[in-house]
């Protein structure tokens, strides 16, 4: 539990599964058993199908082609996640149908990111991180990978988010949301029921070198429950923990 804090770890665990979510295969490659038990216990109490193996070598010999999602270590013994990507992007039979790639890593300078996403990253996740975080970069990645076949909108009665279009509307009207708006509410709708600190969404709404304050959130926050009318109130705040989207 190296990376993990007590309270994301207690949190995740006593979630129910979400079982209306079409279940999405994900491999855990990272050489820290515990960490991988972790992350593929949660990845499943999500509504994942998770599996996981300790090192990238034992990931070949597996079989990744069979997977939506992987989440790599970068920094591992033989062959490192770096290696691996450039693998999978030489390889004919994985390179033809590319499979999403999160980074778990603690490297995160600007050409260790930059070279992570020439071998085809879609996204870092950098330790020390929440399982929050880990649950809501993974449903990001795969929403907008073109290896998801599902649905590319976000439906909550008569709330509807077209991911495609990048629109809002409401009982069939169009709501005129900024882009943080619609990145803050689609996070939020994405994973209804699972608060998020004002950090975290700093974290996965704003890019990484824009300096932001809290305030700056609850301003965001509060622009928008009044662009949604009638789902205003389905944008809670919890006191000392953060933001979510609660069904009434």
């Not at 949660?42 to 998770?50: E, R, V």
């Not at 029921?193 to 890019?207: A, E, K, N």
Request: charge should be negative.
């Amino acid at each position: 539990m190296t990376y993990l804090s007590l309270t994301s770890y207690l949190y995740i665990c006593t979630m129910e599964q979400n079982c209306t979510m079409e279940q999405k295969k994900i491999l855990v490659i990272d050489d820290e058993p515990d960490l991988c038990e972790i992350l593929s216990y949660n990845l499943t109490h999500a509504g994942f199908i998770a599996h996981y193996v300790y090192s990238a070598e034992e990931a070949l010999a597996k079989g990744v082609a069979q997977y939506d999602l992987l989440l790599l270590d970068v920094m591992m013994e033989g062959m490192s996640g770096f290696d691996l990507a450039r693998v999978l992007k030489q390889d004919q039979a994985t390179a033809s149908i590319p499979i999403p790639i999160v980074f778990i890593t603690a490297k995160d300078t600007e050409e260790d990111l930059l070279h992570g996403f020439g071998l085809g990253a879609d996204d870092y996740v950098k330790k020390p991180f929440s399982i929050n975080e880990v649950l809501a970069r993974v449903k990001a990645v795969l929403n907008r990978s073109n290896a998801v076949n599902g649905p590319k909108t976000l439906v909550f009665n008569t709330l509807i988010v077209d991911l495609d279009k990048k629109s809002v509307s409401v009982d069939g009207n169009l709501v005129s949301l900024t882009k943080t708006e619609f990145e803050l509410l689609v996070l939020l709708l994405q994973n209804a029921g699972q608060v998020f600190s004002r950090q975290q969404v700093i974290d996965l709404v704003w890019p990484d070198k824009v300096v932001v304050t809290d305030r700056a959130v609850d301003v965001n926050i509060t622009r928008m429950r009044k662009k949604l009318g009638p789902y205003s109130n389905n944008i809670v705040s919890r006191q000392g923990y953060g933001y979510l989207f609660e069904a009434e």
